[in-house]
């Protein structure tokens, strides 16, 4: 629900920009922004219904938000504000929408995504260490190549997440430009002046991100190139996963007549009629989010963390 977290944030800001602009009463911004902070820690998550998946521009969504806030407005501060003329003033979906975009994107990243990279990227650094002593068979093609140190490989593993990493954070600067002012193509009608650059200087001291409004509102609500541009980066750094957990996979294949490299840890049974036998369902579950993240669900490296920390090498 990072979606909707942000999505309050944003309408709290935007009440407190309408009021210092002088077409909201102070009165008015602040029941909405207390609303908004009841919506953001969650227990209203479930008045929101509307699937991600939607036509239009968001609409539905951003009338959802509109509605619940005024009728918590009115039943928390007796205040009948109407969800479009009050909650909805100076915005439209159009701007709301992409806005929210950046805005949970960046909070998923900074969060959740890029603290589970960087653990990940830990527990390779203290597995090379642990290994460093052992050699292996390199291989391309999957075929015996050269010997290599099981170091390296493990190495190799966290400087490919690492490299995902700084890509990621390429594009953090980009999702700190939020569309919010240009209402609903970017001319910024029906906004008063001003209220672009006010709203992210109200909206960086809520969430202490450097918040600006973009290079030409035009653009931002024309396309969403640092969505997509994102979305490639997810894709990228989910494939990069992927290709560990396959590594992983073929390092523990056996025990007897596979590679037999490396024991993963043994988290459940692999089969309901064949004793003993135990499946690598930890690179299994990487590589199901690999599949999600193509499909445009979030990605987590998390998984792969305790199977590269908790392997044991069976290499001689």
């Excluded at 951003?62 to 915005?91: C, F, R």
């Excluded at 052992?134 to 493990?154: F, N, Q, S, Y």
């Excluded at 240009?182 to 109200?202: Q, V």
Aim: include cysteine.
């Amino acid at each position: 629900m990072a979606f909707i977290a942000a999505l309050a944030q944003i309408k709290a800001a935007a009440a407190q920009t309408n009021a210092e602009l002088g077409v909201l009463s102070k009165e008015e911004a602040q029941a909405i922004i207390k609303a908004c902070e009841k919506v953001q820690k969650g227990p209203y998550h479930k008045h929101f219904p509307v699937d991600v998946f939607q036509t239009g521009s968001g609409t539905s969504t951003n009338m959802n938000m509109n509605e619940v806030l005024a009728s918590l407005v009115q039943q928390d501060a007796g205040l009948t504000l109407h969800p479009n003329d009050h909650i909805n003033l100076s915005q439209s979906s159009n701007d709301v929408i992409p806005t929210a975009i950046h805005l949970s994107a960046l909070m998923q990243l900074d969060q959740v995504l890029i603290p589970a990279m960087e653990h990940l990227r830990t527990r390779c650094s203290r597995k090379a260490v642990e290994v460093s002593e052992i050699i292996k068979t390199g291989r391309t093609h999957l075929m015996d190549a050269v010997p290599m140190r099981m170091e390296d490989e493990v190495r190799a593993w966290g400087s490919q997440i690492g490299q995902a990493e700084q890509r990621l954070g390429t594009l953090r600067a980009d999702l700190m430009k939020l569309p919010q002012g240009g209402t609903a193509i970017g001319s910024g009608l029906n906004a008063p002046r001003g209220f672009s650059r006010r709203f992210c200087t109200h909206l960086s001291n809520r969430t202490t991100y450097r918040l600006t409004p973009p290079d030409s509102h035009f653009a931002a609500q024309a396309c969403q190139d640092t969505a997509l541009a994102l979305s490639g980066q997810l894709k990228a750094a989910a494939t990069a996963l992927l290709k560990i957990a396959e590594d992983l996979r073929w390092m523990n294949s056996g025990p007897f007549s596979g590679l037999g490299e490396i024991a993963l840890p043994a988290l459940q049974p692999g089969s309901s009629i064949m004793p003993g036998k135990v499946n690598p369902v930890i690179p299994e579950a990487s590589s199901w989010q690999w599949h999600r993240s193509t499909a445009m669900m979030p990605v987590s490296p998390s998984v792969l963390s305790e199977a590269i920390s908790n392997s044991i090498p069976c290499c001689p």
